[in-house]
């Protein structure tokens, strides 16, 4: 009799299996953004994409004003050579504009944001003057023209400060509150259900803080699916622990179907014969693509399920994560409309020997640094089993080696994947 194994993550490469590169282009390519927009108040507005660009209804600065505390002068006031005497005819405040004109040998003392009066061009920081008095003496070294911020510095009437597709953080924000934009038109909430597959899963809802049946475990991918689900930007459907049951299996990825611009799911999609996601997901999905050289991840089913998009991850938790940031999250932001996409990667020095094997792309856990030359460097975080969550808990990073790369000795380069990039 011949035994037919099934390949682990830990099996050598398939020929069989998919580049990362190519599911990716694959990925792309078979994903719509969605256009449905909704107006939400600025206030409401982190974390969501832009449906249409925003023009400035206002310059910015509106009129000219001092960037500096001094006084304000024309240019033609500033000597030639050595020194000269200006007359001081009034006081500018932010908010308390002077209607003063200034001509030549005159000046105001003028503070930072007041706008500039009638016949200033110039403002002498007040570390460069010497007030006497009713007088103020400047020197040749003045230059015209400096420390003045002129109107539309910022922004220019009528220009696109924010452009569809952007992704609205504090800088956004606070640009839009700048100019007097009050509501914003954003690509309404994506929807994504999740649910976790296995008899030997147990919540922590009636478990927790109790001792599990042998064979048992709580199940902690769909702890780790909603703390990375949860987005302003994201309404999430948890539906639970379904059991290793075909019938409820084609029922629970139905019923996410009808709900979900998105459906997630975790375990199951390997080729067992308790793998019923991966059944069902034949049975009722298109499939894009399914085993990946990659590692963790190999078993990842990527596709549709009627109009929704599908992703069946891996059960083992680190797994999870990996699949999650590499494939969900560049999904969910392409369902958006999002310019920015891919995760943000960099080049470090490895500080640590890592073992691989060409062939597959790998994703290690790291923790990153800098050395006494200022250079980013990276460590690994120790054993990198895709059952070892802690392994994700005591990183900051990601370690991505290419496919075509062996082992990984100290000193070597290596890309990183910082968790700023990828969970902000």
Not at 141 to 150: E, I
Not at 155 to 163: D, H, K, N, S, T
Not at 188 to 208: M, Q, W, Y
Not at 408 to 416: H, S
Request: glycine content about 8%; hydrophobic content about 40%.
């Amino acid at each position: 009799m011949t035994i037919e194994k099934q390949p682990s993550c830990d099996d050598p490469i398939e020929p069989a299996l998919l580049p990362v590169s190519d599911a990716r282009r694959r990925m792309a390519s078979s994903i719509s953004p969605i256009n449905d927009a909704e107006t939400v108040h600025l206030s409401d507005a982190l974390a969501r994409v832009l449906a249409k660009d925003i023009h400035s209804p206002r310059a910015v600065p509106p009129q000219s004003n001092s960037a500096m505390d001094g006084y304000a002068i024309s240019r033609d006031s500033i000597p030639s050579s050595g020194e000269t005497t200006l007359q001081l005819i009034g006081t500018a405040w932010a908010g308390k504009p002077c209607d003063q004109t200034v001509e030549q040998g005159q000046a105001i003392r003028i503070f930072t944001g007041a706008i500039m009066p009638t016949g200033a061009d110039t403002v002498v920081i007040q570390e460069h003057a010497m007030q006497v008095d009713a007088t103020v003496r400047i020197d040749a070294d003045v230059q015209a023209g400096k420390n003045v911020r002129p109107v539309g510095e910022d922004v220019q009437l009528g220009e696109c400060v924010l452009r569809a597709g952007t992704t609205m953080g504090a800088a956004e924000i606070g640009v839009l509150a700048s100019l007097g934009i009050d509501t914003v038109d954003v690509i309404r909430k994506i929807r994504v259900a999740f649910f976790s597959t296995g008899d030997e899963l147990r919540t922590l809802d009636g478990h927790a803080g109790t001792e599990l049946p042998l064979g048992m475990l709580f199940d902690s991918n769909r702890y780790t699916l909603k703390a990375l689900l949860t987005s302003p930007a994201i309404e999430i459907i948890d539906l639970g622990v379904v059991p290793d049951d075909a019938d409820k299996t084609r029922a629970a990825l139905s019923d996410a179907a009808k709900q979900a611009d998105l459906v997630v799911t975790s375990g199951g999609i390997s080729a067992g014969d308790a793998d019923f996601v991966a059944q069902v997901f034949q049975e009722q999905g298109q499939v894009s693509f399914w085993k990946l050289a990659m590692r963790p991840g190999r078993p990842l089913a990527f596709g549709h399920v009627n109009d929704a998009v599908f992703f069946g991850l891996p059960g083992n938790p680190v797994a999870v994560v990996v699949t999650y940031l590499q494939f969900v999250k560049p999904a969910i932001k392409q369902l958006q409309g999002a310019i920015r996409v891919e995760p943000v990667t960099l080049s470090a020095i490895s500080s640590s020997a890592m073992r691989k094997t060409p062939g597959r792309m790998e994703f290690q856990r790291g923790m990153l640094s800098h050395n006494d030359h200022g250079q980013l460097t990276v460590a690994s975080t120790g054993k990198q089993g895709a059952g070892r969550l802690t392994s994700v808990a005591q990183a900051d990073c990601l370690i991505v080696l290419e496919p075509e790369q062996g082992k990984v000795e100290v000193g070597d380069a290596v890309k990183v994947q910082p968790f700023f990039g990828l969970l902000g």
